[in-house]
């Protein structure tokens, strides 16, 4: 295994060698395929560069966890290209990728466009739910419903072939990779950082999206401060696969007109060679409404008595990962006067000074818990803890084994209950989606 080859993505280059380079990043599930239709004109005065996740369309299955893995990932693939500034555009996961570049190296960046793309996606508990129905009954589910995500009715009915074409996309996905990018998706949120992205940026959004649609579109434009709309109509998810043409003029509008030049500092903009057009679809440009700042994490004390810092946030955090916001919310608002206290001491010890130590996994973490509480006879935590062993990477088959493990350990009618109870659990979260 190269090391090499863990630290950077697969790619492909279009256009002239010494055009300007523009990025093109896809969404989950699908390949650089995704832009095929845009390349032949973009390529016209780009240098045209896309890039596959891990494990998707063929690419190296070393999965990643995070969004700025993502992102250095792309860096380190540029710098051995010798590419040093770009512009991106970027579908979905492919866009934070981009926004999380022009966060953290607005001096690599010249410009960006966002498609389908959101400041946080859907919630973390949907998408850590996605890898456990990936990781029980592979990615079937995920293909069968991926046309709906994406496409518009009309369009799903009158172009089979593509359909079909999107559902081999993600049949032929690395499983690990694709449950890794949900984990990258789950954790992904820069709502509170919007104000720092600072280059020049088409948000542009699909009117029928109904994943990432025109509302998270709007909380984008309304909180980076030189950000415009641009809404397709008749597209879904996949804009530029539905709707082609109109997605390829406003992407060559967008980088002909706004690539930013930080060593001209009379006007700050470069004006790429007459290529821009009239964009097919006007696009929405205005003052949208108000958008509420992101709430912010309960602060709880600074330090322990150690002088160590605080564990509560840490063991907050990890608390909502493993068991899910759903489970720790439901906790939270139900613990008063009496019991708050407790809610309090479980996240500060059990969750912040355990559950963050380096020394277990936390697959191995969770095999450790579920024979506790099994030995215990404590099956209401049993059942949202099985929830938990899900979450954290066992497999069914694997907590079927811990809990054969415990009718010898544990006795027989502890581990009968609690495969009554597993079972149910195992059930209910790896039921594929309808």
Request: include cysteine.
């Amino acid at each position: 295994m190269s090391p090499t080859t863990e630290k950077t993505l697969q790619y492909r280059s279009d256009g002239p060698e010494d055009g300007p380079v523009l990025i093109l990043g896809p969404s989950l599930g699908t390949t650089w395929h995704m832009w095929d239709r845009q390349v032949p004109e973009l390529a016209r005065t780009w240098r045209v560069i896309r890039f596959d996740l891990p494990g998707h369309g063929g690419a190296p299955a070393h999965p990643a966890t995070s969004v700025p893995e993502l992102a250095q990932r792309l860096l380190a693939t540029l710098d051995a290209l010798g590419v040093q500034r770009f512009g991106y555009a970027g579908c979905s996961i492919g866009g934070a990728v981009g926004a999380e570049l022009a966060l953290r190296r607005p001096d690599r960046i010249a410009s960006l466009a966002v498609v389908a793309a959101s400041p946080r996606f859907g919630t973390a508990d949907e998408f850590r739910q996605r890898g456990v129905i990936v990781r029980a009954n592979g990615l079937d589910p995920m293909a069968r419903t991926a046309p709906e995500r994406w496409f518009t009715p009309g369009f799903a009915a009158a172009q089979p072939a593509i359909v079909e074409w999107a559902v081999q996309m993600v049949r032929t996905t690395d499983p690990g990779c694709y449950i890794a990018a949900c984990e990258a998706l789950a954790a992904f949120d820069i709502r509170a950082e919007l104000g720092r992205i600072t280059v020049p940026t088409l948000v542009l959004v699909g009117a029928e999206d109904q994943v990432t649609g025109p509302a998270e579109a709007r909380t984008l434009v309304a909180g980076i401060p030189d950000a415009r709309l641009a809404l397709v109509p008749g597209a879904s998810h996949l804009a530029p696969v539905e709707q082609p043409a109109a997605v390829t003029d406003l992407l060559v509008h967008h980088f002909s007109t706004a690539w930013f030049n930080p060593s001209d500092t009379a006007t700050g903009l470069t004006v790429l060679p007459d290529r821009a057009v009239a964009p097919a679809v006007s696009p929405t440009v205005g003052p949208v409404a108000e958008i509420a700042p992101a709430e912010q994490p309960r602060a709880v004390g600074g330090a322990s008595g150690s002088g160590r810092p605080d564990p509560y946030e840490s063991g907050m955090r990890v608390r909502r990962e493993v068991l899910g916001d759903a489970h720790v919310d439901r906790a939270m608002s139900t613990a008063e006067d009496f019991s708050g206290d407790f809610q309090e001491l479980i996240t500060r010890y059990a969750w912040g000074e355990v559950w963050t130590r380096d020394g277990l996994d936390r697959r191995t973490r969770s095999a450790v818990t579920l024979t506790a509480l099994v030995a215990g006879g404590h099956l209401e935590e049993l059942a949202f803890h099985t929830r938990a062993a899900l979450r954290n990477g066992l497999t069914p088959a694997e907590i079927k084994e811990v809990l054969m493990q415990t009718a010898v350990y544990c006795g027989v009618p502890a581990a009968n209950s609690a495969f009554r109870v597993a079972a149910t659990v195992i059930q209910e979260e790896t039921r594929p989606e309808s």
